[in-house]
């Protein structure tokens, strides 16, 4: 079946620094989601990508999707106090989610 | 975005013992799941919940072990029976709105974190 892998599994980051979360897949994925997860809360959505290659911005979140649709990475820059928790990349089949492990980001300020 | 209850927030249960989890949407949807996230894990779906229907169960999980009710649009169950420790994790039920802009986004509930001793 789909598998999604995630790294790094943790992500120790200074206050004002940039980091980057990847997800790869075992198989071509269709579309693929992202999701975050406050320490003690419940995942939420952040971003569905589509398209071969495609780059979406939130802010200070860029997502972006492989070219083969097989990979897709995270890049927080400037990170902040409110970017703590789990980040999840997701890979999508018939409404299934495939969950990728997970990136769990502290900072220290 | 889709207001999404579940019932008990978190519990203590003895070994052998079943729970039952209420998950309560504002509005009617087609598409709910229940997915099971142990400590310090990711999330592993353990069904679809079909309304009118058995529910659709990945592999590893059994009907038996895990029973689940979708009587109408709105609302779910999904029971842990005979339970053992290694049923300790945050239950989460998560639907599909129908109004959706963005196809197959899921909307999760706030978790039952069950711990068994």
């Known amino acids: 079946g789909q598998q999604v892998m995630q790294i790094p599994q943790y992500q120790h980051v200074q206050e004002g620094e940039d980091f980057t979360t990847y997800c790869n897949s075992s198989?071509?994925?269709?579309?693929i989601q992202w999701y975050k997860q406050r320490p003690g809360g419940h995942p939420v959505f952040l971003i569905q990508?589509?398209?071969?290659?495609e780059v979406k911005k939130q802010k200070r979140l860029t997502f972006q999707f492989g070219e083969a649709k097989k990979n897709s990475s995270l890049h927080i820059t400037a990170t902040q106090t409110t970017d703590v928790g789990t980040y999840f990349c997701?890979?999508?089949?018939?409404?299934?989610?495939?969950f990728g492990a997970g990136t769990t980001v502290t900072v220290r300020a | 975005s889709a207001v999404i209850s579940q019932k008990p927030s978190r519990d203590i249960c003895q070994r052998g013992t079943s729970l039952t989890i209420q998950c309560q949407v504002d509005s009617q949807v087609t598409m709910m799941f229940w997915y099971r996230q142990q400590p310090g894990q990711s999330l592993t779906l353990i069904a679809t919940a079909n309304q009118g229907s058995e529910a659709t169960y990945e592999s590893g999980f059994v009907i038996d072990k895990f029973p689940i009710s979708r009587p109408n649009l709105t609302f779910s169950t999904l029971t842990v029976s005979n339970m053992s420790p290694e049923d300790s994790s945050i239950y989460l039920c998560s639907v599909v709105p129908p109004w959706t802009t963005l196809w197959e986004t899921q909307y999760f509930g706030p978790g039952t974190r069950l711990l068994v001793l």
């Open positions: 990508l589509v398209k071969s290659g």
């Open positions: 997701a890979g999508i089949n018939d409404y299934k989610l495939s």
């Open positions: 198989t071509t994925l269709s579309n």
